[in-house]
C-alpha cells in the first residue's frame, strides 16, 4: 500500500495517475491542486530516508564551500529585506533538516543568531561535535518557544515530509508576528519535468533517498493558506533536459546550451525547476 494515501497539502480530492512513470509505480497527481506523490511504500520509503544519517550529512566539500556561503549570503540579505531589518543585522534563524549544518556554519559567519533541528540522528550529532546548537528530532518534537524566531529556513526538506502541514503549522507557532519561512524544494510544474518526465533525478529514490512530495507554485500557495502562511515571494530557476549520465557529451553539451537560453523566461513565468518561496507568517 502507498505511504502517501491522501494530498499532503490537504486537499479532499482524490488522485488519479499521471504519465510519469517510476519503478514504484506512476506518480499520482491530486485533482484539486496538481500535487504530486510518490507510491512509494512505508518500508521502503525509511530505507531511502537512511541515506541521509551520516556523519558527513549534507556539507559542502571545501571547494563548494565558498559557493554554499555566496548563495546564502544572498539568501540572507533577502530574509532581512523581508524583515525590515538594515543589512548586516542578526536575527533569529531557525534551520528545519539542518542536516550537519552546511547552513548554519554559513549564518554563523554573517553573525546571525542561527539553530537547527534534524531527525537524522548522526548527521545532526556531527553538527553538535562542532559547536552547533542542533536539536536531533523533528520540529514538533524540539518545542521551541511560542513566537521566538524571526525566520526558519526548510532547504530542500518539505518533499520528504509525509504530513507536511505538521511542521509547517508548529513553524508557524514559533515564528514571531510578520516573520517569515523560507521554503526551497523542486518544482514539479517546471518546463524540466514537461520534457524529462520521469528522467528527471529529482523523482528517483536512488538518487535522492526520502523525495515523495513534488510541489507546484499552486499547491505550495495552498499548503501555505492551510496553514496561515501567505507567500511574499517565488522564485524558480534553472531548466534541464536531460542528465549528464543518460545521453552522449555532445548531446548534452546542445541541450545545456539550449536550457540556458530559457533560464531568463522559466524566471519569468515561474517554470524553474528549482523553487525558493519566501511565505509570511498572517
Known amino acids: 500500500m502507498p505511504f502517501v494515501t491522501s494530498c499532503p497539502v490537504g486537499c ?25 506523490v510518490s507510491q512509494i511504500e512505508e518500508i521502503d520509503y525509511h530505507a531511502a530516508l537512511a541515506k541521509f544519517d551520516t556523519e558527513s550529512g549534507t556539507l559542502p566539500t571545501p571547494l563548494s564551500q565558498k ?47 542561527a539553530q537547527g533541528v534534524e531527525p537524522a540522528r548522526r548527521a545532526a550529532e556531527a553538527a553538535q561535535a562542532v559547536g552547533l546548537p ?47 519561512l523560507v521554503v526551497g524544494t523542486g518544482n514539479a510544474d517546471s518546463w524540466t519535468v514537461a520534457v524529462m518526465r520521469e528522467r528527471w533525478d529529482y523523482f528517483h529514490m536512488e538518487r535522492y533517498g526520502g523525495h515523495i512530495s513534488f510541489f507546484t507554485p499552486r499547491s505550495l500557495e495552498r499548503l501555505a493558506g492551510q496553514c496561515g502562511f501567505r507567500i511574499e515571494r517565488l522564485e524558480t530557476r534553472r531548466v534541464r533536459f536531460a542528465e549528464s549520465f543518460q545521453v552522449s557529451r555532445a548531446v548534452y553539451r546542445t541541450l545545456k546550451i539550449v536550457a540556458e537560453v530559457l533560464n531568463v523566461p522559466a524566471m519569468w513565468f515561474h517554470k524553474g525547476h528549482d523553487m525558493l518561496a519566501f511565505l509570511r507568517k498572517v
Not at 70 to 89: D, E, I, K, M, S
Not at 149 to 177: C, G, R, S, Y
Open 67 to 113: 559557493r554554499h556561503d555566496q548563495r546564502a549570503r544572498r539568501l540572507f540579505a533577502r530574509v532581512r529585506q523581508l524583515l525590515g531589518l538594515r543589512p548586516g543585522t542578526s536575527f533569529r534563524l531557525l534551520d528545519v533538516g539542518c542536516s550537519s549544518g552546511a547552513l548554519l556554519l554559513s549564518a554563523k559567519k554573517e553573525g546571525i543568531e
Open 134 to 180: 542542533v536539536f536531533a528530532g523533528t520540529v514538533q518534537e524540539a518545542r521551541y518557544p511560542r513566537e521566538h524566531f524571526q525566520a526558519v529556513t526548510m532547504m530542500e526538506v518539505i518533499e520528504h515530509l509525509h504530513q507536511p502541514i505538521d511542521a509547517m503549522k508548529e513553524i508557524w507557532n514559533i515564528l514571531v508576528p510578520a516573520g517569515v
Open 12 to 36: 479532499e480530492a482524490g488522485f488519479r495517475e499521471s504519465d510519469i512513470r517510476m519503478p514504484e509505480g506512476p506518480l499520482l497527481v491530486c485533482e484539486a491542486c496538481g500535487h504530486l
